[in-house]
């Protein structure tokens, strides 16, 4: 090989290394990521089918909110509830194909955020704005104040040992379900003083407090990826009559199924000494230990 050719080896071999860094992936925290370009397509398939249903959660939330805007509250209410479904989709996948990771659950909030904070939000100030737009602006940001604390509050108590049958506050979908719901179920309400406001203040105050408090709420994980033979069919039972429920009467089936599931909780918290008693300890939520401050840094370090 002459010179020459070898200096042009060279400076091939200089701009594949060149090329390879810069599309490198490096993790902050040291540990080896490696990029998706490196898998087989099968294995590529598998890990982003997550994130598929993800994206898709998150383009139906963001197209509610023009809609909300241009006065069309019922299809954004509809594409919110299709947002949940993808939501509910995209960790069942993950689960079943044994795809979870710490990219996906960040990415999950982001787009949680974007389908159940800021979608509701602009849905409630659309809804009350005509008659009351200052109120209906804190109302608002309210909403979405409470579901950004709870997905990052969720994010950093993420205990591997937890209950999973457990969330702490109520989950941001279901918070969201309860908007959609009675959006759903109603016209714009009156102009007047009164119940006029009243409504449009309890679905987005209350929803919301209860996304940040830390009263336990039940995830249903295994009736969503059930295991056993018997949940499999209460399944299917439960998910044929929501089917029946939504074709027959979509309005009152959603709002029974939110109101439903926020009443879950106090009804829990009150029955919760005669299941123990009846049926042992596991059929409560067990004791929640004390964690660290959501403000505080962690190992001392400052925040980004």
Known sequence: MT????????????????????????????????????LPTRERLRVTAPSMFTAANMACGFSAVPLAFNDHSHWAAILMTVAIVMDIADGAVARLVGATSPFGVQLDSLADLISFGLA?????????????????????????????????????TIDPHADKRYFIGM??????AVVIATVFALDRPEAGVGPSILLPAVISVVPALLMVSTVRFRSFRNLISPRTQQAKVITAVLGLAVVIGLVVEPAITMMV????????????????????????????????????????????????
């Open 3 to 38: 010179e020459t050719e070898q200096s042009e080896e060279g400076v091939r071999r200089r701009r594949r290394l060149l090329r390879r860094r810069r599309f490198r992936i490096a993790s902050h925290s040291g540990a080896e990521v490696v990029s998706l370009r490196q």
């Open 120 to 156: 509701p939000a602009v849905l409630v100030y659309t809804w009350v704005l005509p008659e009351w737009p200052v109120i209906a602006w804190v109302a608002a940001y309210f909403w979405l104040a409470c579901a950004a604390f709870r997905l990052a509050r969720f994010n950093f």
């Open 171 to 176: 989950p941001s979908p279901g918070a969201a």
């Open 257 to 304: 199924m939110a109101y439903s599931y926020v009443l879950t909780a106090p009804v829990g918290v009150l029955s919760a000494p005669l299941r123990r008693r009846l049926f042992g300890a596991e059929s409560v939520a067990p004791p929640r230990e004390r964690q660290q401050s959501v403000f505080l840094p962690l190992h001392g370090e400052d925040e980004d």
